[in-house]
């Protein structure tokens, strides 16, 4: 297809997860992919509560690919309501689990805030909903043009 | 798992579901899962517009448990865009549905705002996709330690 | 049921997209509906970066129907993380696919904006879990009563 790749997936299994107070996101989900053999997988739903959260933006007028000094890289200690947390679980070329994840975080002032995630730590719970993608042939790696780990499927 | 547990689950029923204007989400939600016999759900997507919004937000700084002095509360008029509404309804250890969620909501000014959500009036429209999650040892109870309804799964 | 409607739908196929930079997201959404089939499908995952993004508020104490002078446009340049991509593809009283998509939109500063989506193009990356939702009597059209186009339900 013009400007898009598309492509049909399974669903696999499908989990409820839920990560300790102190725990850190994304070791979390990477060990659940490792001890539960899950290759690939989208996260459905996320709540729960943060703090420490690490996650960037894109500067604005910022050119491709995007590069640190086209970053902004925030740090909050929050406590924050954990609103959002929209990603995906692929397998890299080096057959490794890599987690694409974007955060968002509300304050106690009632703003959202969020970007890219680095990681976070859980504050008081979080209940993630994840569903296992049966699929061949997707994989992620860097891309020169974008700047970031990118998912390739194999038909492009 | 060191710091996590987690659980598979059967996908049950799917459904799209439409709330009349004036209505309460929460309401109407519980009342849907009364009616359609849904114990254990998961929302995948909403969009419309509410009113009325009560959330709250964790004050910065703030420890365990999450006590009422420890939030701060908004209710905000609107109308505002329904952007996002992330959660989950489990039963509890009544038998009684219970409604974990949070929700993102778009200003004229275009700033999202939002919170865990006590309650919000939808305003124009509201179309929220659920999928029904047939599982056996999952549970909703207030947790001591964090202060809040959690999910609790029978292996912890 | 009082105050709202529901209705089962059964899973269809699932779909990974991963959209071109410069693409316009709308365009490339309904250009996949198009080409794979799709007549209904509810949107699961998104994640990546978009610029030129055009959406809009809804103004604060507007009252029903939702018309022009009662919303305020946004238009951002960027590049913006895209933290959320709500909504659902669903054919319309024409036999058209008519996206409803709200966007949530992560600035360098941190904050997040968003809307009810016109349209915005890929920055660096685009990557869209999709869900196709195999139902018969949910049509979209223009509801009066809300001024902008609303699933309808044939048991209404």
Known sequence: MDGAWYKEWDQGRQFIIKIKPGEKL???????ALQSGVKNAVIISAVGSVRHAFFRGIKAGAKRPITEPRMRQHQMDGPLELLGLEGNLITDDRGEIDCHLHIMLGKSSG???GGHLFDAEVFASCEILLTEMVVQ????????????????ISEE
Chains 1, 2, 3 share one sequence.
């Open 26 to 32: 994304r070791d979390r989900l990477s060990a659940f």
């Open 111 to 113: 703003d959202v805030v």
């Open 137 to 152: 042939g997707v994989e992620r790696h860097i891309s020169k043009s974008a700047g970031t780990p990118t998912i390739f």
